[in-house]
């Protein structure tokens, strides 16, 4: 294979993004060649755009058998990822799909153990992970230079006004989505925190439910976790919250880092903590401490650079910025936050799989929410 053929599923927000780069010729030897959508208004706006350049389908396993392709990206809504990943995966396509991997975790594992039966290369657009700062903080934490984390908070608001929630009926709803801010805005920094700092062994999560919004799932949420070696966690995320803020804080042994504002500031103690602890006599005191403003090098490269690093290893064997195998790790702790919050009470990582999907499946037959759309077409540049 030279060139890697790409057909399109799903050609909403972030359908047409991918679709811009790959027409736009930023993905070497790669190329749109299909796309398909069950919605026939969006399949014109694809013919609009991109005219006989490209085949269209309403129907994604026609395009999978069509030859046209030989490989999928899959950006449709969230419960939509695995089986259209399973389908592709058994017909031989290489596939990447968008964030997050599933609703539950359940059905992300056996999406999981179908790639791990073919010799397609499965990614996942965790476009998060080009960014050089969070490389450069996993860098620190990776190479010891930190020592042992000892905890980390992560505030991270995504302010969406009622208008957001109103311009399609599949959006917070637990039929639709599966969930709120933790599944829909926050999978990227769920994937960077375990990816970084490791995952936690346990968690304690509160979710409020239409708190700032006529939604019935998640738009306010507060979790605290607990690792195995004793530190301990805390995620704070809204879509209620303007002006947002976004700051992450990492505690060490041998000092602290803070990112925020797009910096990377890591506060070294000359001396570990634990050493000086154990060896200063005084009353009060502490280690000497230096504020360093850590260089993280050049920009990120987006959801571009997932596209060319998947592209890539189909055609060369480089290795996955962004294995698909992974998207379980970020959706492990969103699936445990929202069940400790609907048990209220502590859960275990890995989550109860069964039990979760039990409460999940109350969650939609339950629901009373009926949702006010009112239609309109979305033109942001790659934000759900």
Request: aromatic share 14%; net charge neutral.
């Given at each position: 294979m030279d060139k890697v053929k790409i057909g399109l599923v799903g050609f909403g927000n972030m359908?047409?993004?991918?679709?811009?780069?790959?027409?736009g010729n930023k993905v070497n030897n790669a190329e749109l060649a299909a796309v398909c959508d069950i919605e026939p208004e969006r399949l014109e706006k694809a013919k609009e755009m991109f005219g006989e350049k490209i085949k269209v389908f309403d129907n994604a396993e026609a395009m999978y058998e069509s030859n046209e392709v030989n490989a999928a990206v899959i950006a449709t809504p969230h419960y939509d990822h695995p089986p259209l990943a399973v389908k592709a995966l058994n017909m031989g396509l290489h596939t990447l799909i968008e964030k997050p991997a599933g609703v539950y975790t359940r059905q992300v594992r056996e999406m999981n153990e179908t790639a791990a039966k073919t010799d397609k290369v499965f990614g996942i657009m965790y476009n998060q992970r080009?960014?050089?700062?969070?490389?450069?903080?996993?860098?620190?934490?990776?190479?010891?230079?930190?020592?042992?984390?000892?905890?980390?908070?992560?505030?991270?608001?995504?302010?969406?006004?009622?208008?957001?929630?109103?311009?399609?009926?599949?959006r917070a709803t637990w039929a639709g989505e599966g969930g709120g801010v933790l599944l829909n805005q926050d999978p990227h920094q769920l994937d960077?925190?375990?990816?970084?700092?490791?995952?936690?062994?346990?968690?304690?999560?509160?979710?409020?439910?239409?708190?700032?919004?006529?939604?019935?799932?998640?738009?306010?949420?507060?979790?605290?976790?607990?690792?195995?070696?004793?530190?301990?966690?805390?995620?704070?995320?809204?879509?209620?919250m303007t002006p947002e803020t976004n700051r992450l804080e990492v505690m060490a042994d041998r000092g602290k880092v803070v990112i925020e504002k797009n910096e990377l500031i890591f506060y070294r103690n000359r001396?570990?903590?634990?050493?000086?602890?154990?060896?200063?006599?005084?009353?009060?005191?502490?280690?000497?401490?230096?504020?360093?403003?850590?260089?993280?090098?050049?920009?990120?490269?987006?959801?571009?650079?997932?596209l060319r690093n998947w592209v890539s290893a189909i055609l060369n064997g480089t290795g996955l910025l962004a294995p698909g195998e992974e998207g379980i790790k970020g959706l492990q702790i969103s699936n445990a936050i929202h069940l400790s919050s609907w048990l209220d009470k502590w859960v275990d990582i890995p989550v109860n799989e069964d039990l979760f999907y039990e409460k999940l499946q109350e969650k939609i037959k339950n629901s009373s929410f009926k949702k006010n759309v009112k239609k309109k077409e979305l033109d942001t540049k790659g934000t759900y």
């Open positions: 359908g047409r993004e991918h679709a811009r780069s790959l027409m080009t960014n050089p700062i969070y490389q450069k903080l996993r860098e620190l934490i990776k190479s010891g230079e930190l020592g042992d984390i000892k905890r980390t908070n992560w505030i991270i608001d995504w302010y969406r006004p009622q208008s957001y929630y109103d311009s399609g009926g599949w960077l925190w375990q990816w970084m700092c490791g995952m936690p062994s346990k968690v304690r999560g509160f979710c409020a439910c239409g708190k700032y919004h006529n939604i019935e799932v998640d738009d306010d949420v507060t979790a605290y976790v607990e690792y195995e070696n004793g530190a301990t966690g805390l995620f704070v995320s809204s879509t209620g001396i570990p903590e634990r050493q000086f602890n154990a060896e200063f006599k005084g009353g009060f005191g502490g280690p000497e401490n230096w504020v360093c403003k850590v260089p993280v090098g050049r920009d990120s490269s987006g959801h571009v650079g997932i």
